[in-house]
């Protein structure tokens, strides 16, 4: 389960999500599978309060029931098997691939970072040897960044 080792051949694994409920009992919900073919897999998970656990490998066990905690479960099955089960409708495999979402993160953090100095101009102590830059125009770089990635993500390569 390391991704060093695949599968056994004719087998895959089906990928648990539990979040506790309003009593803070587990509650498992099947999000999709991976495979030899598809070894990995970014489940977007969204209405955990509302969501209604299924049938799982993972339910006769004795977890601790801590209502902070979510836990992964993956249960290693016949690809047969995988193909029959039906995720939860609030889960979805994300369709953006990991350069985009890399690029994503990337200018969240960058922006983040940046905006966490920001001092307004009765703040800022004179320094000669030091350039600044202002906020508006990091978020108006942000924006444009956004906007363009959005549009074609291998923008940059131009």
Known sequence: MLGTIPFPEGMGGSVYFSYPDSNGMPVWQLLGFVTNGKPSAIFKISGLKSGEGSQHPFGAMNIVRT?????????????????????????????????????????????????SFAVSQAQMTPSPSEMFIPANVVLKWYENFQRRLAQNPLFWKT
């Open 67 to 115: 209502p902070s905690v979510a836990q992964i479960g993956i249960s290693v099955e016949l690809l047969d098997s995988l193909a029959q089960q039906t995720p939860v409708g609030n889960a979805a495999v994300s369709s953006v691939d990991s350069f985009t979402q890399f690029t994503q993160k990337m200018l969240d953090n960058f922006y983040n970072f940046a905006s």
